[in-house]
């Protein structure tokens, strides 16, 4: 069965940088890509982009992206998520998706917390 | 890009059908069938139950599905039970080769 299983939790304190990674099983890693979205407290769900694990292709929603990194290691299945220059606004459950048009699995969600 | 619009929230009674609007663009929703809706609920990750517009996943019941008219898709669920109380997000594929979603609707079953 398809499984997507995330890191543990982080504390971080701003202008730090956090590595997420997503360890994905039960299926071929490269025929599908990778997608990424954030949820604050409280808050709807947002698009952070994704990475096509075939040819390493990226698209990174416009305000993130220079910030943001995605990355594969197709020998261990895995995706990493990499966030720099970390302010209090980024404080949130960072979820990794298989990507298909849409995200046909999930990972359980990582919280990443930004505080001095 | 811009999230799609979706009401803050939505009620129906155990037995009813309460339907969710999802509105974008030509650019995303209205320009592709490749539309999904998303359970989440409280402390756990989403759960996909729509795709393409009006397909459901292995397991999803029946009484969920979907459509699309123009620039705006619809989530129907009929026969509401407790169990459905959740929120609901809708995402389409877009024009820039992202993902976009909606606010998300929070549907109370009364």
């Known amino acids: 069965q398809v499984q997507l299983v995330q890191s543990g939790a982080e504390v971080k304190k701003p202008g730090a940088s956090v590595k997420v990674s997503c360890k994905a099983s039960g299926y071929t890693f490269s025929t599908y890509g990778i997608g990424w979205v954030r949820q604050a407290p409280g808050q709807g769900l947002e698009w952070m982009g994704w990475?096509?694990?075939?040819?390493?292709?990226?698209n990174y929603a416009q305000k993130l992206q220079d910030r943001v990194t995605m990355t594969t290691d197709t020998s261990t299945s895995t995706a990493y998520l990499e966030l720099r220059s970390l302010r209090s606004d980024d404080t949130a459950v960072y979820y990794c998706?298989?990507?298909?048009?849409?995200?046909?699995?999930w990972g359980q969600g990582t919280l990443v917390t930004v505080s001095s | 890009q811009s999230a799609l619009t979706q009401p803050p929230s939505a009620s129906g009674s155990p037995g009813q059908s309460v339907t969710i609007s999802c509105t974008g663009t030509s650019s995303d929703v209205g320009g592709y069938n490749y539309v999904s809706w998303y359970q989440q609920h409280p402390g756990k990750a989403p759960k996909f139950m729509i795709y393409e517009v009006n397909k459901r996943p292995s397991g999803v019941p029946d009484r969920f599905s979907g459509s699309k008219s123009g620039n705006t898709a619809s989530l129907t669920v009929s026969g509401l039970q407790a169990e459905d109380e959740a929120d609901y997000y809708c995402?389409?594929?877009?024009?820039?080769?992202?993902?976009?979603f909606g606010g998300g609707t929070k549907l109370t079953v009364l």
């Open positions: 995402s389409s594929y877009a024009a820039t080769h992202n993902l976009v």
């Open positions: 998706g298989r990507v298909n048009y849409s995200l046909d699995f």
């Open positions: 990475i096509n694990t075939f040819n390493g292709y990226r």
